[in-house]
Nanobody, 125 residues
Framework: VQMVESGGGLVQAGGSLRLSCAASGRTFSTYFMGWFRQAPGKEREFVAS????????NYADSVKGRFTISRDNAKNTVYLQMNGLAPEDTAVYYC???????????????????WGQGTQVTVSS
């Protein structure tokens, strides 16, 4: 599966952005999905994940209550609504897809087989 992220940009602190990740193929609903981010000089970190039918979600503590992950299987798209953005949220955001049937959702990067190219999010103070 190939994925393309969009929706990144420059926003002031306190603002909002909605990231989208459009996936190719007809098997999108068979993948659990996740969002990760990587800031300059830092390791990639987990942001949020969602199960195949969207019924189960998981968030990093740093974004809980501010970010919301969702998916539309009819549109082969996963979203990340980001509210209350802060400068520390500045990073390249990546969506990822996993297809292991023993995994429902995951915060571990190695559980994901496919990755998008990333979209830059910059939050100014």
């Amino acid at each position: 599966v190939q994925m393309v992220e969009s929706g990144g940009g420059l926003v002031q602190a306190g603002g909002s952005l909605r990231l989208s990740c459009a996936a190719s193929g007809r098997t999108f609903s068979t993948y659990f999905m996740g969002w990760f981010r990587q800031a300059p000089g830092k390791e990639r970190e987990f942001v949020a994940s969602i199960s195949r039918n969207g019924g189960v979600t998981n968030y990093a503590d740093s974004v809980k209550g501010r970010f919301t992950i969702s998916r539309d299987n009819a549109k082969n798209t996963v979203y990340l609504q980001m509210n209350g953005l802060a400068p520390e949220d500045t990073a390249v955001y990546y969506c990822a897809a996993g297809n292991s049937w023993t995994v429902e959702i995951s915060a571990r990067g190695y559980d994901y087989a496919y990755w998008g190219q990333g979209t830059q999010v910059t939050v100014s103070s």
